[in-house]
């Protein structure tokens, strides 16, 4: 049984906020199989440090084998045997140590296992609490050491054990040993710990000891692994159990001596026959350890390089291929897109040979099950990781090539007569060019960001209407044939290439498009246009080039009652818009007498005094409709009175020709107009202020 205590005294402990050393405990026990690691429960030095006088016990091995498994070992050891005795006190830390709060938190996590397993807390951890203000503040690391040691004292034998002691950063590591060696001088420490190196620990603690892994107990927990890894695998695999027993035993062989295990890849790529055996073997070498993966990635990619050329990049292409598809891809559409990469619209006999090139050059970066299920993606998140970081270096171009390869498959003459009106040949399609669907679906992902825009392939592509129509049908994954008529599937076949680019918010593609003379202002079915669906997506800088060319967009927004979507376009792009008579969205305001859009206009910041192609202002076209509310709020916001004569502002605001009228601007700018009784006017003179001037 583990004695925990959970009475007040515990509770006090929670404001510490440890590290979740339990979380982390079971995370690595997760991964320990049966008998794995055994031999160290079983070594004299382990048995030393657990039963006598050894103060230390350090096991030292590389990373990637296991050396949290090994402390969650160590950790439930302890807790078998003392588990239930109170006066044995038990705490742990596990990798990675990333806390900024360094050697404080660590301690933290050990004063709060210590404390929860002693009925009672000592007056030195509750002064603790006090000092830190009910735990608002940080405690520091002599605090912390001084409430530790108070725990100890009812204590007959502490363990403490640490994970990845070498990992820590030499300050916290300092502090840390510096603590416990002091606990030692008046308590019955011993510590347990991790490292890939030595340290120099012989000099740091007493009476240490070292244990590393020998060759019989890396066979004897490499079996176990290799053993339990490869249940998974069906029988099929396998010409009965002496073949399973066979490549079992071969993956250890290869192997033993290895630091890391997945060295043996490459010996496997360049000295064996590609077999389903060698794919197992590969799975299996390859799992055993992800980490310091780098120099085996940097020797497959040097014999990479040492290719002749041709092999070279048809190898690059396809790892490109595999690193950078928006999902896995099937055999036949790797073998197609790289045949369009070398020009060629459906693959050639001679593609076997480079194909099978590839599949053995690239064996540690690929999944190993990739050629037996025929769909191609990375053997793990370090070979992404690591292909990424290099893409400059080894395929520098990779982006632009996919995204060629892409509109190349989508440019080819068969799809000139558009999209497929019945079903037959709709699935006809797939089968004749297996890349076509995922060309459609994912071009656009491709070509974003491409700096260097293939526009000859762009151009092919977008401008053609059947070739857009029919990568458009691609997409939809079903046929438009009559018999589908009404269905929520059919597409629109009034799209345009622009109308794609603008939803996407490809500025470069835009920009060719309209340079080689495509109408801004095309509707597709919906009516809508390239500025429209730019808008609709959020794509400002697109709405901000084709707003510059775009001359009907804002007023149609408005007029099919899409208030909401012109005003985003006016909130992004206001400045630049304009109708077919040059006026801009504040005139447009005025004429439709839309106050809210009036007022947007004027927060947007829009030249309230521009003028259209007539050379009328807005404040000129809402004295023109006689609107006396939009004439008022134009002039509290400054607009000019240029050219407007008395006549005018009499019949804007309906007033008598007999009304004397009165135009006033303050100090900030804004105006007024005020009309008075000749009679009155007579009376009281110029009834204006100081700070106001009158102008008419």
């Known amino acids: 049984m583990w004695r925990y205590n959970s009475c007040v005294a515990a509770h006090k402990l929670r404001w510490l906020k440890p590290q979740d050393f339990w979380t982390k405990h079971h995370e690595a026990k997760s991964q320990r199989l049966p008998g794995t690691l055994q031999w160290l429960i079983d070594s004299p030095q382990f048995r030393r440090w657990l039963d006598k006088d050894q103060h ?161 107990a890396t066979t004897s927990d490499f079996t176990i692994y290799v053993k339990h890894a490869m249940r998974a695998l069906p029988d099929s695999l396998f010409e009965g159990q002496e073949s399973r027993i066979v490549v079992e035993k071969k993956i250890v062989d290869m192997s033993l001596g290895l630091s890391v295990y997945s060295s043996a890849v490459i010996n496997i790529a360049e000295s064996f026959s590609f077999s389903w055996a060698d794919l197992i073997i590969t799975r299996f070498a390859n799992e055993i350890n992800r980490e310091n993966m780098d120099t085996k990635y ?95 270096t080894w395929c520098p171009k990779a982006q632009a090539i996919i995204a060629k390869a892409c509109l190349a498959c989508l440019v080819l003459d068969t799809f000139s007569e558009g999209y497929c009106e019945t079903t037959e040949k709709f699935e006809l399609r797939p089968v004749r060019h297996p890349f076509y669907k995922y060309a459609a679906q994912h071009w656009v992902d491709h070509l974003d960001g491409v700096e260097d825009l293939p526009e000859k392939l762009v151009c092919l592509f977008l401008l053609d209407r059947k070739k857009v129509a029919s990568a458009k049908q691609a997409t ?42 495509e109408r801004p202002a095309l509707k597709d079915g919906q009516g809508r246009t390239p500025l429209w669906r730019a808008t609709e997506n959020s794509r400002t800088e697109a709405m901000k080039l084709l707003s510059s060319w775009d001359r009907i967009s804002f007023t149609l927004m408005l007029n099919m009652d899409r208030a909401q979507l012109a005003h985003s376009l006016l909130q992004c792009t206001g400045q630049t818009i304009r109708d077919s008579r040059s006026r801009t969205p504040l005139h447009i305001g005025v004429i439709r007498k839309d106050m809210e859009l009036i007022r947007l206009c004027i927060a947007q910041g829009l030249d309230i005094n521009a003028k259209d192609m007539d050379g009328r202002t807005p404040l000129h076209l809402a004295i023109s409709d006689c609107e006396a509310q939009v004439v008022e709020l134009l002039l509290e916001n400054g607009a000019s009175t240029e050219l407007i004569v008395a006549g005018s502002w009499s019949e804007a605001f309906g007033k008598a020709a007999a009304e004397v009228l009165m135009l006033v601007e303050d100090a900030n700018g804004k105006k007024r107009v005020e009309f008075l009784a000749v009679k009155s006017f007579q009376r009281s003179g110029l009834p204006i202020t100081d700070n106001a001037k009158r102008l008419l």
């Open 298 to 392: 940097h020797a497959a990619m040097f014999s990479i390089e040492h290719l002749p050329i041709e092999e070279q990049s048809f190898v690059k292409t396809a790892l490109a291929w595999i690193l950078l598809a928006k999902r896995p891809l099937e055999e036949e559409e790797l073998r197609h897109v790289l045949a369009l990469d070398r020009g060629f619209p459906v693959p050639q006999s001679s593609d076997d040979l480079l194909f099978s090139t590839m599949t053995i050059k690239c064996i540690l970066f690929v999944h190993p099950d990739s050629s037996r299920t025929g769909r191609w993606s990375l053997s793990d998140q370090s070979a992404a990781h690591y292909l990424t970081r290099n893409l400059d």
């Open 56 to 216: 230390d016990l350090v096991y030292v091995a590389d990373n990637g084998t296991g050396k949290a498994i090994a402390v969650s070992l160590i950790v439930d050891t302890l807790f078998e045997k003392y588990g239930a005795e109170d006066k044995v006190g038990i705490a742990f830390l596990y990798a990675p140590h990333q806390d900024s709060h360094g050697a404080e938190r660590l301690l933290q996590s050990l004063l709060i296992q210590l404390g929860r397993r002693i009925p009672k807390l000592p007056r030195a951890v509750k002064d603790i609490y006090a000092e830190c203000e009910a735990g608002q503040s940080q405690a520091t690391v002599a605090g912390l050491l001084n409430g530790i040691s108070a725990m100890l004292a009812s204590l007959s034998k502490i363990f403490f054990v640490i994970d990845a002691l070498d990992q820590l950063p030499t300050l916290c590591r300092q502090t840390l040993r510096s603590g416990l060696l002091g606990l030692r001088k008046d308590h019955p420490v011993k510590l347990f710990a991790t490292s890939q190196f030595d340290m120099d620990l012989s000099e740091k603690f007493e009476r240490y000891s070292p244990v590393r892994r020998g060759k019989t």
């Open 476 to 517: 939809m994954g079903r046929t438009n044939g009559a018999e589908e008529k009404g269905s929520s599937q059919m597409f629109d076949e009034q799209e345009s290439g622009l109308h794609l680019a603008a939803q996407f918010g490809l500025v470069s593609v835009v920009t060719v498009l309209l340079a080689q003379g």
